[in-house]
């Protein structure tokens, strides 16, 4: 799939189809990759496919001006198709090189398994549906619904639905919804009273990076309602009242546009659960509106109409 992927990036920038490609290289850390977005043919050798492209680069389309090549796994591809919706980017101004996505490896599910930090790991291995991991001349094999993020458990569309190009044959999800449930059950089993206070313990230790905002696509606002002044909606320091405040509402604008990429929750520096909320969410839209963002670009977005039948009777 890399040297495919290498070959198609080459050719779109040689015969001008497109004036970037956005894709992955390897990062200057172990089991590591970063975003490349180049012009330069020369750049495309350094393209890279492997379990650990996790940024869903669906982010960086609405800054790019001019035809771009994305390198698309499943949920980023649907990012992408919801930025359609919204009109933030145009079908027509990129070319979609899709990647069928068996998953990504969640490294700090390695260290737990492990015990060993990710750069004692001397490599890490997926064959099949094991990975083997050696650290210290040692080999140890785990199930890859051992290893792989949370959502990627629970990814219903691997394959990409939009693409122009696909890298590879389809693949199908992996068996790992309860799993990718496991979190969001624990809470879901809590009172009412228990569950507000896990929110006020993991909110408390949120420092309103915005790591979480703006690593996602589906929060594309030019001015959000964080910095606003007039009038203020948070405070600036984070009290976790106002962190509470801004999930929630974070979560509400991202409704019907939320793909569960995973990467807010990822990209968490102090490891706050925020697909708990994401993912939940995602199944309530999916079950009052019977709606799964990114699977239609024709569709209208989720937020922008309702019907008649719909259940909200104060809305008639
Ligand atoms: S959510 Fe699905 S498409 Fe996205 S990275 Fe995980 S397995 Fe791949
Ligand atoms: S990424 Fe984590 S710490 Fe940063 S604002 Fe979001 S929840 Fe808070
Ligand atoms: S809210 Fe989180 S999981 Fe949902 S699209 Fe944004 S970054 Fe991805």
Not at 28 to 41: A, R
Not at 247 to 252: A, K, L, M
Not at 266 to 293: G, Q
């Amino acid at each position: 799939m890399e040297q495919r992927l290498r070959r198609e990036a080459k050719a779109l920038l040689e015969q001008g189809k497109v004036d970037y490609i956005v894709g992955f290289e390897p990062g200057s850390l172990k089991f590591t990759t970063t975003p490349l977005i180049t012009k330069d043919k020369s750049d495309v050798d350094r393209l890279v496919i492997n379990p650990f492209i996790v940024n869903n680069l669906a982010n960086f389309l609405t800054e790019l001006k001019g035809q771009v090549g994305v390198v698309a796994k499943g949920c980023d591809s649907r990012s992408i198709v919801s930025l359609i919706q919204d009109n933030k980017v145009a079908r027509e101004d990129m070319v979609i090189l899709g990647i069928p996505c068996p998953g990504i490896i969640d490294l700090s599910k390695v260290e737990k398994l492990t015990g060993k930090d990710r750069d004692e790991l001397d490599d890490i291995i997926w064959g099949g549906d094991k990975v083997v991991i050696t650290a210290d001349g040692k080999r140890s094999e785990f199930s890859i619904t051992e290893v792989l993020f949370d959502n990627c458990l629970g990814c219903e569309l691997p394959t990409p639905q939009e693409y122009d190009i696909l890298l590879g044959e389809p693949t199908l999800p992996v068996a790992g919804r309860s799993a990718s449930q496991a979190k969001i059950d624990r809470l879901k089993e809590m009172t009412p009273q228990q569950r507000w206070e896990f929110w006020e313990n993991e909110l408390s230790r949120c420092i309103r990076c915005y790591a979480c905002r703006n690593v996602c696509p589906a929060c594309f606002c030019q001015r959000c309602f964080v910095e606003e002044s007039e009038p203020q909606w948070l405070m600036p320091v984070p009290r976790w009242q106002d962190n509470l405040t801004f999930q929630v509402i974070r979560n509400i604008h991202v409704a019907g546009r939320c793909t569960d990429c995973g990467e807010c929750e990822r990209a968490c520096p102090v490891n706050i659960p925020l697909r708990s909320l994401t993912r939940e969410m995602y199944d309530i839209v999916s079950e009052i509106f019977h709606f799964k963002a990114g699977m239609d670009k024709e569709a209208a977005p989720l937020m922008t109409h309702y019907e008649q039948e719909e259940a909200e009777d104060f809305i008639r």
